[in-house]
């Protein structure tokens, strides 16, 4: 019965060992993305303040786009949703032994205020309809009028619209998460990798 006793307890104390070891690999691969995660965010943003998330160029806005009530340009007239660049967020959510982090329009916000239809929106281009704009016809005509009068002509024979065109807006599709995804997937991959063993090995990351 000793050595029954003795072998259960070595028996127990291994599994014990092992659940240890098991849980700081866990631990240490959530570290590990967790880190990932917050480089991309922070890349991402970088990227789309510049409209280039994966280096992909984004289409440019329209003139009617670019400009204010007064004709001149907006800020970041030149540079296609890089005001976007604050709705980026990563998130880590825990289910069970497993994490999910996310990378992209994450905000906590999203939802609450309905920006995400229009992110999705604006990321796949379409046709959009605005009745509002049938009546704008008038007052995007004042703004070309003012561009003539500077001599911007090239500019302002955008704002002077067909009836029959008003009321539709040509949206291009300007994915931003996708091309991302499809230039840092493997970097990140390798990074979270590289960064698992080193919290294996015991440093600081």
Known sequence: MKGA???????????????????????????????EGFRLRGKLQSELASSRPGNARLAPYSQIARRKKSGDLKKNARKPLAGMKYLIRYKAEKTGKNLNVAVGFV???????GWEDLVNR????????????????????????????????????????????????????????????????????????????RKMAGERI
């Open 107 to 113: 905000h906590p916000k999203m939802k609450r205020r």
């Open 122 to 197: 604006l990321q796949e281009g379409g046709v959009a309809y605005d009745r509002a704009r049938k009546l704008k016809g008038a007052w995007l005509a004042n703004i070309g009028a003012r561009l003539l009068k500077r001599g911007q002509g090239n500019a302002a024979k955008f704002f002077f619209l067909k009836k029959t065109t008003r009321g539709a807006m040509r949206l291009p599709a300007r994915p931003v998460i996708d091309p991302f995804i499809r230039a840092n997937m493997t970097e990140a991959l390798r990074n979270i990798e590289r960064d698992w063993e």
């Open 5 to 35: 006793a003795l072998i259960w307890r070595n028996a127990a104390q291994f599994k014990k060992d092992l659940d240890a070891v098991e849980t700081k690999r866990v631990k240490a691969a959530h570290v590990a993305t967790k880190k």
